[in-house]
């Protein structure tokens, strides 16, 4: 009886957040309007509602605000008259000023932000897509007290945030110097990149272990949205193999659920490009950041020493 009650606890929220996902595709399919679907929304609502990630939820009204107006930071740099390159890192330093500002280390917020670059959002739709569903979220948190027992205030070591930015700075150069700006950025990774960098043990085995997976996951979304027309359809084989992908890897990755909507998104001609760009862009970022570990490692034990 009791493993039974347990087994239904954790089922719970995972139909919950499934639910909100569908919703959204469902709500741009009613709209014939696929700004709607926002790829983190998906990440959010499982690493909150599902994992109870603490450093996500531990300040819940952040939950709301920091998303929907890093979205509107993004929304509003995308109408000025600047080249796609020029656009990312004018969004990446302005977040990372905004993230400083309201003292926030919520990762999803980078891809809110730098969604309406890449789909080019030119509706205001796309923002109030991003109220809706991230309050949904942050009304779930609330409600059901998930953040109950956490400490408010939130540990920010500001030298991640210069660091992701240098290495962000190296890698949209080479695609800029390789003629592929389209995968300058591809949000869900600079989700991981981020929250990576602020771990405190960070090794091979896990660079290696989010390469395999991520790359995985875009695979698996890219081909059934190639494969078959019902984007219902499409979307809950995607979530079961998730779900599967990451049992079997052993090991939690939000941002496994955002990859498989972005072909939704994406511009049409970069979607079947999306694996490959996305296994290159996670090599080069998992690479440096675990090289980047390893020195703040050496330095930390020639402090001590």
């Known amino acids: 009886m009791h493993s039974s009650h347990s087994k239904n606890i954790t089922v719970i929220p995972y139909i919950l957040a499934f639910s909100l996902i569908f919703a959204m595709v469902l709500a741009s399919m009613l709209f014939k309007n696929p700004e ?3 790829p983190e929304i998906a990440a959010m609502a499982i690493a909150m509602w599902v994992y109870k990630e603490p450093n996500w939820i531990r300040q819940p009204s952040k939950i709301f605000f920091a998303p929907t107006l890093t979205a509107v930071i993004g929304f509003i740099i995308n109408q000025f008259p600047v080249n796609y390159v020029g656009k990312i890192i004018l969004v990446l330093v302005f977040m990372v000023i905004f993230l400083r500002i309201i003292q926030s280390n919520l990762a999803p917020s980078l891809a809110t932000g730098l969604l309406p670059i890449v789909v080019n959002a030119e509706h205001w739709s796309f923002i109030v897509s991003a109220m809706i569903f991230s309050f949904i979220i942050f009304f779930g948190v609330v409600l059901y007290n998930l953040n109950k027992g956490l ?20 890698w949209i150069s080479l695609c800029w ?3 592929y700006v389209q995968f300058a950025v ?38 059934l949205y190639y494969a078959l027309d019902s984007w219902v359809i499409i979307l809950l084989l995607d979530m079961l193999f998730m779900l599967l992908l990451l049992r079997i890897a052993g090991m939690r990755l939000p941002a496994v659920y955002a990859f498989p ?37 050496k330095q930390n034990i020639k402090a001590d020493n």
């Open 151 to 170: 400490e408010k205030k939130v540990m920010i070591r500001y030298k991640y945030l210069t660091v992701f930015l240098v290495l962000h700075g190296i």
């Open 261 to 297: 909507l972005l072909p939704f998104v994406f511009p049409a001609h970069v979607v079947p490009m999306l694996p490959v760009g996305t296994l290159i862009s996670a090599v080069f970022f998992f690479s440096l950041v675990l090289a980047y570990k390893k020195y703040e490692m």
């Open 186 to 223: 591809i949000p869900p990774i600079v989700v991981v990149v981020y929250e990576s960098l602020q771990k405190p043990m960070y090794g091979e085995k896990m660079a290696f272990k989010q390469v395999v997976v991520l790359t995985i996951s875009i695979t698996i979304g890219t081909l």
């Open 36 to 38: 709607v679907i926002l």
């Open 177 to 179: 110097l390789f003629d």
